[in-house]
């Protein structure tokens, strides 16, 4: 049981991680060409963990760990609701942060649009792309995740615009081969990882 508790939780702890470090880096301003980079991978490790205890009643890692713990339906239901009110907050400063990200004289709207509306709606389309075959419910499991991102729209929108970062971005080789690199390791682990008993 102890195994299956650790296997089921390192995921998750791990994306969390990775989210924080990333997190870290992008509140000391390393770089402010990676401003918008760490910013994402941030929040889509810390959402990883949020989301796996939203899931935490029905299917996914933290249901399993509950399950072995034999943890009653009234805890796993508060997990999932605890989940969800911290993704919705996260989401909202992830919002609020993207605003300052977005380029000089761009309006909330434009900057709703740029930083929001197109990334979640490409990426959504591209990640469920990559992962064809798949059944309807895990691509409506995409879209659901998705849909915390409206949480990030509001705080684009309720944000003040500060100009911090002045900087105008351009695509380079490293951006095309990080992108390269993400659907590759998201193509080879369409399959999943399947450990002997």
């Not at 963990?49 to 249901?63: A, K, M, R």
């Not at 709606?121 to 992962?131: K, M, N, P, R």
């Not at 729209?153 to 992108?179: C, E, M, P, Y």
């Amino acid at each position: 049981m102890n195994q299956r508790v650790i296997i089921s939780a390192a995921g998750p702890v791990f994306c969390l991680i990775i989210g924080l470090i990333c997190w870290f880096a992008y509140s000391r301003r390393i770089s402010a060409h990676a401003d918008l980079l760490l910013l994402y991978l941030g929040w889509f490790g810390v959402a990883t963990l949020l989301g796996n205890l939203i899931s935490t009643p029905f299917v996914g890692d933290f249901s399993a760990i509950t399950q072995a713990l034999q943890m009653r339906m009234s805890v796993r239901y508060g997990l999932s609701v605890t989940g969800a009110l911290l993704l919705c907050g996260v989401a909202f400063l992830v919002g609020r942060e993207l605003r300052q990200l977005a380029p000089p004289g761009a309006g909330a709207l434009k900057a709703l649009i740029g930083v929001i509306i197109v990334p979640v709606i490409g990426g959504t389309a591209a990640v469920i792309l990559i992962s064809l075959p798949m059944p309807s419910e895990f691509a409506l499991g995409r879209v659901a995740e998705s849909s915390f991102w409206l949480f990030a729209a509001l705080g684009t929108l309720l944000s003040r615009k500060h100009f911090q970062n002045i900087l105008r971005r351009r695509l380079s080789w490293v951006d095309f081969a990080l992108v390269l690199l993400a659907v590759s390791v998201l193509r080879l682990m369409v399959g999943g990882i399947a450990f002997a008993p």
